[in-house]
């Protein structure tokens, strides 16, 4: 144990001295116990629960995604600084034998690792989009999909609920911008109705993601002006900045334009998406009604474990 | 789709046109289909019955761990080339136009992406023994984990069972060697019996590890002729070279001695582990019994589905 080092503080300490998170002296990059990861398949169940009868297909991708599909998404314009190339070592022996020279010095090795065909995938609906323009037009009733996958965003933090390898859980709609708006719409409701249930303050709000410069601060204000993506925001690491726990985004035409997807009439394909911060919706719930799950509101436990 | 792209061939493809795997372009990176993921949780579930008597504390990582613990544990000497580091954006705005005037140009954009303090981890159980580190000498009984999680492996390859990114359940025990050689034995036993319940063809051989360069050799050789590392085959992509399914792993003091773990009496600690590949089972699975699981023979679906 590093005695210099700074120690975690707050929720964090507490979420480690529990056992519910296991430091592994990254910030944002830590083990879970058996607890956190029962909470966590809990809500993946409830999930399911209020979004399973709608007939999603059910795919889950590893968390990395195509290096090609990832630069044709665009989601280097917005947030270069959240995405993570995987980078490997192809020298001979020679260089291996200077690779471990220097790890034992400590000098830096990874300058010869070269970039794979591969990135970590930033969020869990990334990889989708090729695939399903890969299978031609839209049927009349467009599309939906279940999809669950860790991502990864370079944000080191001390914030527990800023995780940079965490679960996302989403369903996503492809069809006309009648059936993508309704497809929000209901999930503005759902959404909202299932955490209610879940017994955590709440409280809904347009989306104020990091992009990047002065050009992201263009898309910031269009993304808000528009409306195009609502956050349900609860209380974790400070009641003054709530943290988004689900979020509700209408991509209009962006992802259907990036990949050619067209409806069954030949228009192009408009799509949305409600994610769920699983780590995130955990945190809320060890926030709100303490570190015991036994001893969690009987409505809260009696919606978890039906 | 890519007209003039080699097509899958064999078991993948067929795994592709049965909609079990999903191609994303990259070889050894596909999404998994629902029915995929169901085999998967219904194995995952068969090794909790035959192990979950034994009170392994559950432990869950995400897919990456911390570089500086990757440096220490050792796997750069061995398989360098298997590793995945995770490099990121660190420019200004001036660099991030650049970035994205070289992604628009197809020229290689990311050789200004610099390393983070976090690779993938390449088996399950490495990001656990700093953390059993740090707790401080075991107890007299020494420790039990219960592990899983995605696993990468730089491989690149057309054969299905060889996947960049799959999951890897272990349990990994800790203590005198008398405990730990006789957790091996007992999971030697276990794991041949539960995989034969499965109605799959199955092998125990020594283990062939893929050490890189000449010095990688010896170390091959070691580990061969102490037996260290058994490995439980069963035929998927080819009858002649069978598939490592199950690997029964006995480091000897390699991780006590690295990490100065100490057992309840002084000694360095020894560890063994054994390793379930999870996408390899359930291919194995598909591979022997075929794609429709409502066919497969009752007593495999019993075990399965109890």
């Known amino acids: 144990m590093c005695q210099n080092c700074p120690q975690p503080q707050g929720f964090l300490a507490e979420l480690i001295d529990s056992g519910l998170l296991i430091d592994t002296g990254v910030d944002g990059l830590y083990g879970r116990s058996g607890l956190f990861e029962e909470v966590i398949a809990r809500f993946d169940d409830l999930i399911t629960r209020h979004g399973g009868q709608d007939g999603a297909e059910i795919v889950r991708f590893p968390p990395a ?36 020279h220097n790890v034992a010095d400590g000098v830096d090795w990874t300058d010869g690792q070269i970039s794979t065909e591969v990135v970590l995938t930033p969020a869990a609906c990334y990889p989708l989009y090729p695939v399903v323009a890969k299978r031609g037009p839209l049927k009349t009733e467009g599309a939906l999909f279940d ?35 309704e497809f929000r719409a209901t999930w503005l409701d759902r959404g909202q109705a299932m955490m209610a249930s879940l017994g955590v303050p709440l409280n809904l709000d347009v989306a104020n993601d990091p992009f990047f410069g002065r050009a992201g601060r263009m898309l910031a204000n269009n993304q808000r002006d528009q409306r195009l993506k609502f956050e349900l925001l609860i209380p974790i690491e400070s009641e003054e900045k709530p943290t988004a726990c689900l979020s509700f985004n209408y991509h209009q ?45 009987a409505s809260v436990r009696n919606v978890l474990w039906p």
């Open 65 to 100: 995604m195509s290096r090609k599909h990832f630069e044709k998404s665009g989601y280097l314009k917005s947030f270069p600084q959240l995405a993570g190339t995987v980078h490997s070592f192809a020298g001979d022996e020679r260089a291996h034998a200077q690779l471990l």
């Open 253 to 297: 035409d962006h992802f259907g334009t990036t990949w050619g997807i067209e409806t069954a009439a030949g228009e192009t394909a408009h799509t949305a998406c409600v994610g769920f911060g699983m780590e995130r919706v955990a945190l809320a719930l060890f926030k709100h009604h303490g570190y015991d799950v036994e001893r969690w509101p």
């Open 147 to 181: 999809l669950q996958s860790y991502c990864f965003r370079h944000e080191p933090s001390k914030d527990p609920a800023r995780m940079q390898l965490f679960r996302m859980r989403e369903y996503v709609r492809f069809g006309t911008p009648e059936q993508v708006t």
